[in-house]
């Protein structure tokens, strides 16, 4: 097989993940409606709305984290960090504009981002110490500088929360337009660009991207850069759309949703192949559920379950197809 | 002339053999315990009563248990983020068991079943499906917490028969030295002659060291693989019931990052988080610094969420700790 058909081939597959992402929606779509057929109205599009932005913020990060064959656990502590930061700022000066607290917030995210990424990159130690560390030292520090105190929702403008509720734009929230700002703005990155295309190199081969010429180590840096910023980002999301920031709740356990999302979505958990369709997709797959929950009669206890189960059936039928694909390579022979 | 050869020889020996002692990884962590020890008493002086430091053990022996188990996989280059999950939904179950009319003995025999069981997932999805150990882990640490959750809902199952309840509150006669203790140290003998003295062991090094050349060597590495996941579930069992005895209830968030803890006393030991090296005997003078750590800080009054961020900035240093060591000694060579 020469490399072109090679690379045709292995773009075919990746769509076939992504169809089988939005196969999966649809079921679940068609099942719960004929259970409760008022699954399907605009209470249910509204909340499915709501509830996409944060995931797909930070997956896109993340995304490109696990394209690069790492992981990161830390993102819901970056998220709470931030948070919980600019909301100290935000209570005490309430004339402090929303724009600026966002990007503030980008940028506290950043510094968590780039602490993460001198670790894994420069000090080369395993991204599961590094974040399973500052997973826990990020929400530590949290406590001891924002002295476990909520930012209550009066203390949040009436501006930002506005965010989560309309636009011009058909009326569909901010945050909704801000998360396919960033979906849009990482494909083209990923597609456009020579950084975007030394992810994918490093992440299939990190030896060979070496000897390629890549700075694996600057790559692996951005990316955690960019996973923090995106964090930090969706943080103030987070408070935008629940009007209230808690140093224990805020970004707690999300990483589970996050990783889920994206492995759902059909990156390859050994690095190297996916895409920010997929990603979407898998963020849409887990808003459909979590919307279904309820409508269901489901109590949210068996949230955490379906996440944790979501993550080892993709993980499984990731690896059905691959063999698969083996299989049949095998069994028609390989010419070079 | 030969004397002063053989002496020069002798001398060298002894100087390598001296090297070779500081070298130890394990070393680093026992000059950690002693300042840890150092730093608390400083603190408090209320710290120097060995009384009060072998209770407080006590809370950390589930934990160490579970290292124990933890340090054969991270030996054999993998990981287990689960544990501490599969440890609260062992409590969870064994105690809904209890409550559903069956003995307590026979509910805590199913319960070791249980772990096992659990532990084989994680083993079967490693080994026979040849998925990475990480993700495999962060899913089934997802799953394993959430189907307590639903199993037990919000509440707490509690009630259990005296003869069960405070097992840490047993010492050995005479002296204030806790059962639990005991019990973590006999196992951490066992599973350290195991690791060091069998062919059993020997393979858990060759498959960290390199999972191909263990291949290649006739090492049965699905096999290994999944007895060390099943390992990993029995024993976070054991520490589940004895975590269980000790609080006398049951809930789903019980052991909640218990996982950090875990993996920290394996790698302050001195076990390599890339494979192939690591001691039992590490990894026991792991828990004691954690043990003294925590204790220490819970004497000082520091805050538990101070204690968080203290032990994530312990984990990653007690990974840039051998760093520095190995990059010291290949400057010397």
């Not at chain 2, 806790?178 to 059993?200: C, H, N, Q």
Request: one cysteine or more; hydrophobic letters at 55%.
């Amino acid at each position: 097989m020469s490399g072109e058909q090679k690379a045709i081939k292995a773009k075919r597959s990746i769509y076939f993940k992504e169809i089988g992402t939005l196969l999966m929606i649809a079921v679940i779509t068609i099942i719960t409606t004929s259970i409760q057929p008022a699954f399907l109205s605009a209470g249910s599009i509204r909340s499915i709305l709501l509830y996409i932005p944060m995931p797909i913020i930070v997956s896109m990060g993340m995304m490109m984290v696990i394209l690069s064959g790492n992981i990161d656990l830390s993102v819901g502590s970056m998220v709470g960090f931030s948070a919980i930061m600019v909301g100290m700022i935000i209570r005490d000066n309430p004339e402090f504009p929303v724009w600026a607290a966002f990007v503030l917030s980008t940028l506290i995210g950043l510094g968590l981002g780039m602490f993460n990424g001198l670790l894994v990159s420069v000090l080369s130690i395993p991204a599961i110490i590094v974040t399973l560390g500052t997973l826990n030292l990020y929400r530590g520090l949290l406590f001891i500088i924002g002295g476990g105190r909520q930012i209550d929702p009066n203390h949040i403008p009436r501006s930002m929360i506005a965010l989560a509720q309309k636009s011009p734009i058909f009326n569909i929230p901010w945050i909704v337009i801000f998360a396919a700002i960033f979906a849009i703005a990482t494909w083209v990155f990923m597609k456009y660009t020579h950084s975007g295309k030394e992810i994918y190199a490093v992440g299939s081969n990190s030896q060979a991207a070496r000897l390629r010429g890549i700075s694996v180590n600057k790559i692996i840096f951005m990316v955690y850069s960019i996973t923090g910023a995106l964090s930090g980002f969706a943080g103030m999301v987070y408070a935008a759309r629940n009007g209230y920031i808690n140093p224990s709740n805020t970004g707690y356990g999300f990483e589970f949703v996050v990783i889920s999302a994206v492995i759902v979505g059909g990156t390859s958990i050994n690095g190297g192949s996916g895409s920010v369709l997929g990603t979407v997709l898998g963020c849409f797959l887990l808003a459909v559920i979590h919307t279904a929950l309820p409508v269901l009669g489901v109590s949210g206890l068996w949230q955490q379950a379906i996440y944790g189960f979501i993550i080892i059936l993709a993980l499984v039928m990731d690896k059905t197809v691959q063999n698969n694909q083996m299989k049949q390579v095998l069994k028609r022979g390989v010419r070079v | 002339m030969m004397t002063k050869i053989r002496n020069a020889n002798k001398s060298n020996a002894n100087r390598l053999r001296i090297l070779k002692f500081a070298q130890r990884p394990e070393l680093v962590t026992f000059i950690l315990l002693i300042l840890c020890f150092w730093v608390s008493t400083i603190i408090s002086p209320y710290f120097l009563d060995a009384g009060y430091i072998l209770d407080s053990t006590t809370l950390y022996n589930e934990f160490g248990i579970m290292a124990i188990a933890m340090t054969f996989i991270i030996i054999a280059g993998q990981i287990d983020l689960s544990v501490a999950s599969m440890m609260t939904l062992v409590s969870c179950l064994t105690a809904m068991i209890f409550h559903a009319g069956v003995p307590m003995g026979i509910a805590l025999v199913l319960g070791l079943l249980i772990g096992i069981g659990l532990g084989m997932i994680n083993g079967a999805l490693v080994a026979f499906l040849d998925l990475p150990p990480l993700i495999v882990t962060i899913g089934t640490m997802a799953l394993f917490r959430g189907v307590a959750q639903i199993f037990i809902g919000d509440h707490s199952l509690s009630d259990f028969p005296s003869w069960f309840v405070g097992v840490d509150k047993f010492v050995i006669p005479g002296t204030d030295i806790p059962w639990t203790l005991i019990l973590f140290l006999i196992l951490a003998l066992g599973m350290g002659l195991l690791l060091s003295k069998t062919k059993f062991g020997r393979h858990v090094y060759a498959i960290g060291t390199s999972e191909n050349a263990a291949k290649y060597a006739a090492v049965p590495v699905k096999r290994q693989k999944m007895i060390l996941f099943a390992l990993s579930g029995l024993f976070a069992a054991i520490g589940g019931m004895l975590t269980m005895s000790r609080l006398a209830v049951v809930r789903y968030d019980m052991a909640l990052g218990g996982e950090l803890d875990i993996i920290t006393m394996a790698l302050l030991g001195g076990t390599d988080i890339n494979g192939g090296k690591g001691t039992m005997l590490g990894t026991v003078i792991g828990m004691l610094v954690l043990t003294l750590m925590r204790t220490g800080m819970s004497v000082a009054r520091v805050k538990i969420q101070y204690q968080m961020a203290i032990m994530g900035a312990l984990l990653i240093i007690s990974i840039i700790i051998p760093n520095i060591v190995r990059y010291i000694r290949d400057r010397n060579d």
